[in-house]
């Protein structure tokens, strides 16, 4: 016997790259399967690789991934959206440093520090420190902070640390977004992972981590996990209503039939490659493998009852 978790994933802007590099971030015209693991992982509050069971140097725990990847993956876009592009830059110029930009690179880390402890110095002698001088942010946490220019200095007149060069001038980027789409994810598992869906559902209505549809700054709305269900992905999505529009959706003019892609096990006749299985999700970038997904159209059931569900 099959289960059904199903997820709804419905925002004001939703991104899903599948082939972003340099200044193009695209967007898939629908989520991804690796989208959907690493938003699951995320809400359950699994670490990004196998941390080692003892120290350093011994060998790696279990992959974090080892439940969650195997599930099989199925999206009814219920709503799909319309993409839309975002006019973007990206570097030159002076700016304050935050706390959290400061630099976990042993070479700017000491260059911070050296700042801190000068101004100190001076402090400690019932002196005034030299305006180019500042004591760092919460300089005890320097250790958990990343992110900083190559170069650091103090403005000599607020005595907040900026970028000291500018390296570049500013980058135009596309980033590529679906604007007020409502889709319907499926995570297919047999019986045994009943319990795994059940764990999944309600720790995506109580993440431990953020939550983003594909970018950070594309948080999803309202209510998340609709239950788990018996049977198939596809008898399932069949079985249920086409959820609420995000927005006032326009009726739909041609096939009123929703269209859906779903996880085939093996390349049979009808289904073809997406480059999204989710392999790991490592600090360097994500990796990822082939996997087999079937289009097709779905028949709602004219006695499917419409959704109560928070928008």
């Known amino acids: 016997m099959s289960h ?10 939703q991104s899903w790259g ?16 690796s989208g959907v693991i690493g938003l699951c992982a995320a809400a359950l509050g699994l670490p ?17 991934l080892a439940e969650l990847a195997p599930l099989r993956f199925g999206v009814r876009a219920d709503h799909p959206g319309k993409p839309v592009r975002d006019y973007h830059t990206v570097g030159a110029g002076r700016y304050p440093l935050r706390p959290r930009d400061l630099a976990t690179d042993h ?7 050296a700042v801190g402890e000068e101004a100190e110095d001076d402090l400690a002698q019932g002196g005034e420190p030299s305006p180019d001088l500042v ?8 250790a958990g902070w990343y992110g900083a220019p190559k170069r650091i200095t103090a403005d000599p007149l607020s005595g907040t640390l900026v970028s000291a060069e500018v390296r570049r001038k500013a980058l135009i980027t596309e980033r590529w977004y679906l604007a007020d789409a409502t889709f319907l994810v499926g995570l297919e598992g047999e019986d045994k992972d009943r319990r795994l869906l059940e764990r999944i559902a309600h720790a995506l209505e109580h993440p431990r981590r953020l939550l983003w549809l594909g970018r950070k700054s594309c948080p999803p709305s309202g209510q998340l ?45 009808g289904t073809g490659p997406v480059m999204d299985q989710p392999v790991g999700f490592p600090a360097m970038g994500p ?17 499917a009852r419409d959704w109560n569900i928070i928008p």
């Not at 599948?18 to 399967?33: C, E």
């Not at 070479?107 to 520090?113: E, K, S, T």
């Open 135 to 142: 004591r760092p942010f919460g300089r005890q946490e320097l």
């Open 107 to 113: 070479r700017r880390a000491a260059a911070a520090l």
């Open 48 to 64: 990004r690789e196998a941390v080692p069971a003892g120290g350093p140097g011994d060998a790696p725990g279990p992959d974090p």
């Open 287 to 303: 990796q990822h493998r082939a996997r087999w997904e079937e289009r097709m159209r779905v028949t709602i059931d004219s006695r």
């Open 4 to 13: 059904v978790l199903l997820i709804r994933l419905a925002a004001p802007l």
């Open 225 to 269: 996990a609709l239950g788990v269900w018996p049977g198939r992905l596809k008898e399932v999505f069949e079985a249920v209503a086409l959820l609420p529009a995000f927005y006032e959706a326009p009726p739909r003019r041609l096939d009123p039939r929703p269209w859906a892609w779903i996880e085939s096990g093996h390349p049979l006749p």
């Open 18 to 33: 599948v082939a972003s590099r340099f200044w193009r971030r695209d967007t898939h015209s629908r989520p991804t399967k």
